[in-house]
């Protein structure tokens, strides 16, 4: 049997309401996907298919103290409704796009909203704005079986006690079965994969020593706080 030449990285994971562990494989998000945060960050809504980001499983984190990011003074946050998946494939059409999920949870994308800025000028990836560590924050998953979306449920972010954003989950442009459904046309999707559901108006900037609540309607908050530079 070889030996690995390095120690093995620590398997990331997300805990689940029931007291077990999610294991992360990988974590996919989708920008673009609430109209009013087309509108704030100077877009259209011209008919596209959807745009998708990734960043590492390793930059997960479930609450706590968070360190603020190299190479940026331009922190931003972003609540967003978090997916798990228990299965996957490929070309998934829509009507079993949804029998592969897990549960739900809430999450929050944080944006080095800078270096995302010299990214769109140069028309350059997003990479070293997204994917950066401690950047995706998701909260205690919520089972399939225990929680699903509906029309009248809320996302609501608050930044020291101060609500930042407020949007029902109805308001996505591209509903979780549609974006699973599209994304599985890009990527084999796998059990253990997250995915990013995108953000309503709102995002803005959050510096050392804030405290952010992510909470959405029925789930479990996500809450941190950013740590000094």
Not at 82 to 103: H, R, W
Not at 127 to 145: H, M, Q, W
Request: proline share 7%; charged share 20%.
């Amino acid at each position: 049997m070889s030996e690995f030449a390095v120690p093995p990285p620590v398997q990331p994971v997300v805990p689940v309401s029931d007291g077990r562990d999610f294991p992360v494989r990988r974590i996919f998000c989708i920008g673009r996907n609430y109209a009013d945060h087309v509108a704030e960050m100077g877009g259209d809504l011209k008919t596209t298919p959807p745009t998708f980001f990734t960043k590492p499983s390793d930059a997960v984190f479930s609450g706590g103290e968070v360190p603020y990011p190299l190479a940026t003074k331009d922190l931003h946050f972003e609540g967003e409704l978090v997916v798990a998946l228990k299965s996957g494939g490929q070309m998934l059409p829509l009507e079993k796009a949804a029998d592969a999920i897990f549960g739900f949870a809430a999450g929050c994308d944080l944006t080095r909203r800078d270096l995302q800025a010299i990214a769109k000028q140069q028309r350059g990836p997003w990479d070293v704005a997204k994917a950066f560590d401690s950047s995706a924050g998701v909260g205690v998953i919520t089972t399939a079986k225990q929680w699903q979306v509906t029309e009248q449920k809320k996302l609501c972010l608050f930044c020291n006690g101060e609500e930042k954003q407020n949007a029902f989950l109805s308001q996505m442009i591209w509903s979780v079965p549609e974006i699973i459904a599209n994304l599985s046309r890009l990527f084999a999707l796998k059990a253990g994969d997250l995915i990013f559901t995108g953000t309503p108006a709102g995002v803005g900037a959050v510096m050392a020593g804030d405290t952010i609540s992510v909470e959405v309607d029925g789930l479990l908050p996500l809450k941190f706080q950013i740590a000094g530079k």
